[in-house]
């Protein structure tokens, strides 16, 4: 079957089996596939390492619940970093 084919028939699911099959897609990927960093990043992290500033990275996932689940607080007032220019200044 190609790849295709197997779009095809996927498409023909209800919804929340279409997002079945994309989470475990994406889950079976991250375990098989090494991130994707360009050399300078990894350069980058690797420098910090050596510092001592980080041991690792966290892996965020695309579906990751807190993520998802995020909705932004209203504050009254001035935003903080009008506040804290004012008090540097």
């Known amino acids: 079957m ?9 498409q023909k699911l209800p919804i929340p089996e279409q997002r079945q099959i ?14 994707i ?3 300078r990043e990894q350069e980058f ?6 510092k001592g500033l980080i041991n ?3 892996t ?9 689940q995020f909705r932004r607080i ?5 935003p903080l970093s009008e506040t804290i220019i004012e008090e540097r200044g």
């Open 74 to 78: 209203e504050v009254q007032g001035k």
């Open 37 to 39: 960093q360009d050399q």
């Open 45 to 50: 992290i690797e420098s910090l390492k050596r």
């Open 56 to 58: 690792e990275l966290p």
């Open 22 to 35: 994309l989470v475990e897609l994406t889950e079976r990927l991250e375990r098989s596939v090494p991130p």
């Open 2 to 10: 190609t790849p295709t084919e197997v779009l095809q028939e996927i």
């Open 60 to 68: 965020l996932l695309p579906n990751d619940d807190s993520r998802t």
